[in-house]
């Protein structure tokens, strides 16, 4: 072959377009392997995929944002970790010793510090509590604000808890406050100024958290003036005449001069006869005690007012009281609620309920109450506040299977209140359990042990959660009345 047939030749191959040859050998490789799953077609990925563009990439955005969030979500929990509820860790017998050694150096006194087994029950126990209950450990009394920051010192150093208390007076009218913090700060809700819009209003914070943020150990008081006051009474058919008479009285000019209004209902009145506390026996019916105060016109006039309308209300009886002995009997005798009930029905014990509602929603809240009572065949008696909405329902049972059958009462006068856009507050109850129980404080109604299951229900999820933040940066040892309110 000559030179130039040689080169011709292979010109001629080079000319055939590589494109050419590129696509006969992806023709030829799609012939040897076999075709790949049919799912490829549903693969926003894949060349196979059957949707048009858009769908290609939203497909694509989907998962591309799915994937960013998970990642998001991994880098948060891992730098910034949510905090987990875990259980307190309290003082072990030995730290318990340890802690009760050194109050006692703090505290040398003959009774400021004491571990008397009676001691310890009269402070952690109660007869009308059906909490589950154990003594405290020690119980300390302090004399001022330098004392309890000592003891708050200890607990904090042991980890023992502490259950403050002092006289139980339920005072209002608090205007500023001392508090001792977990940590043994102390602090000032507020100055005395009259009024006053700065900062947060921690005097309600504080007073309102049932010794679960700080421990008060000192008050401002606002002082009201005394003014005279006169003593009525009125009777009614039923309790729903008498609530009915008392929301028409508060509606009034006038209603700012009845200073109290008490309800005893029929079997409460009956009660107090029986159990022989007061001189003379009342008819028994539902009844209303008023107290009115102001100057002498005012006092006249309100009473002309009182009078036309109970007796508008079906009122069968009114009187004043002629003389201020006989007005502090009357106003005396309904406070013997209580023991009258019990003295009334031997060998009974008491359950003590106490709810609030707007006032307008009163009479159906007690009619309903009535009811209910009558109709489970438990014994009890009301008395109630009812110019504030509240009232007291006291329940009687002889054993387990009657407290069954007031407790159940007691969940649906619960429930019942709060429908009524009413309120769960019941009397104070105290934790039981191995702290230093110290007598200063405040004795405050509040939700305590018994009443906290509701307090979701009333607030909300919102309300309750923001509680235990605030409960987790004043206290995260959980030192303070520990298990009350809904910590």
């Given amino acids: 072959m000559s030179l130039r047939s040689f080169l011709h030749r292979t010109l001629a191959r080079s000319s055939i377009p590589s494109t050419s040859r590129s696509v006969s050998s992806r023709a030829r490789l799609r012939q040897a392997v076999p075709p790949g799953p049919t799912y490829s077609r549903f693969n926003p990925w894949s060349q196979s995929f059957s949707g048009s563009w858009k769908a290609r990439a939203l497909f694509q955005s989907a998962v591309y944002a799915v994937g960013l969030v998970t990642a998001t979500q991994l880098v948060d929990s891992y730098f910034f970790p949510q905090p987990v509820d875990k259980p307190p860790r309290y003082a072990s017998r030995k730290e318990r010793k340890l802690a009760i050694d050194e109050l006692r150096a703090a505290f040398p006194g003959v009774n400021d510090v004491s571990t008397d087994p009676d001691t310890l029950r009269t402070y952690g126990f109660s007869e009308n509590s059906y909490h589950p209950a154990s003594p405290h450990s020690v119980v300390v009394r302090p004399k001022s604000t330098a004392d309890v920051v000592k003891i708050v010192n200890i607990s904090r150093k042991y980890r023992m808890p502490i259950i403050p208390y002092s006289g139980a007076t339920s005072l209002e009218g608090h205007t500023s406050g001392t508090a001792v913090l977990p940590n043994g700060e102390v602090i000032k809700t507020r100055s005395r ?4 819009a700065a900062g947060f209003d921690l005097t309600k914070l504080f007073i309102g958290a049932e010794g679960t943020l700080g421990i008060v150990t000192e008050v401002t008081l606002r002082l009201a003036p005394v003014f005279p006051t006169k003593v009525a009474m009125a009777q009614f058919p039923d309790v729903e005449h008498a609530v009915s008479a008392v929301q028409e009285l508060l509606s009034t000019p006038y209603g700012p001069h009845i200073q109290c209004v008490e309800l005893l209902d029929d079997h409460m009145m009956k009660a107090i006869n029986n159990a022989g506390l007061i001189k003379e026996p009342y008819p028994v019916e539902d009844t209303l005690f008023f107290k009115i105060q102001g100057d002498p016109s005012s006092i006249q006039n309100t009473s002309n007012v009182v009078q036309s309308i109970v007796k508008k209300h079906g009122s069968s009886r009114f009187e004043f009281a002629s ?45 309903e109450t009535k009811k209910d009572l009558a109709d489970s065949g438990v014994q009890g008696t009301i008395v109630g506040h ?5 009232f007291h ?27 009524l856009d009413g309120t769960c507050e019941p009397p104070p109850t105290y934790q039981k359990s191995h702290d230093i129980h110290v007598l200063k404080g405040t004795g405050e109604h509040g939700v305590g042990v018994g009443k906290k ?13 923001l509680m235990r933040v605030i409960k987790r940066a004043i206290d995260p040892d959980n030192l303070f009345n520990p298990g009350k309110v809904s910590f």
């Fill in 193 to 196: 100024a009259r009024k006053s």
């Fill in 323 to 367: 003389t201020e002995e006989e007005a502090e009997d009357m106003w005396q005798n309904r406070k013997y609620a209580l023991m009258s009930t019990l003295a009334a029905y031997p060998g009974t014990r008491c359950w003590t309920t106490d709810v609030c509602v707007p006032v307008s929603r009163l009479p159906q809240l007690v009619y």
């Fill in 386 to 390: 009812v110019g504030d909405g509240n």
């Fill in 393 to 419: 329902a006291l329940m009687l049972f002889r054993n387990e299977e009657e407290l069954s059958t007031v407790n159940g009462l007691v969940h649906r006068l619960v429930h019942r209140a709060i429908s």
């Fill in 453 to 465: 299951e509701y307090l979701t229900e009333e607030l909300g999820q919102g309300t309750v959660e």
